[in-house]
């Protein structure tokens, strides 16, 4: 599965982001088979898991530090995956990737498909 990030850019602490990932190509046509979620890699640091969505959009996932600030999303219908970034931190500061993987068994899964990333900048 081929995947697309967008929605990354310069914010201050306090403000909101919405990253966005599409699908395209052939997978796009099983895009909900897939359960998908989102990483970061801070500048110096190990990329770490954000969140993550099962394939059906109802069941969702979180790392502690972003729980009660970040909303994972998708819509099965346009192939996309979003994640909306609110409270924002400079912690927060990385380059955002999305990714895929073939079951809701996250932890034990490994990744199908990596998106390119998109920076996000949180000044304070």
């Known amino acids: 599965v081929q995947l697309q990030a967008s929605g990354g850019g310069l914010v201050q602490a306090g403000g909101s982001l919405r990253l966005s990932c599409a699908a395209s190509g052939r997978a796009s046509i099983g895009y909900a088979m897939y359960a998908m979620g989102w990483f970061r890699q801070a500048p110096g640091k190990e990329r770490e898991f954000v969140a993550a969505?099962?394939?059906?959009?109802?069941?969702?996932y979180y790392a502690d530090s972003v729980k009660g600030r970040f909303t994972i999303s998708r819509d099965n219908a346009k192939s996309t995956m979003y994640l909306q970034m609110n409270s924002l931190k400079p912690e927060d500061t990385a380059v955002y990737f999305c990714?895929?993987?073939?079951?809701?068994?996250?932890?034990?899964?490994?990744?199908?498909?990596w998106g390119q990333g998109t920076l996000v900048t949180v000044s304070s």
């Open positions: 969505i099962s394939g059906t959009g109802m069941n969702t």
């Open positions: 990714a895929a993987k073939r079951s809701w068994n996250w932890d034990s899964t490994p990744i199908a498909s």
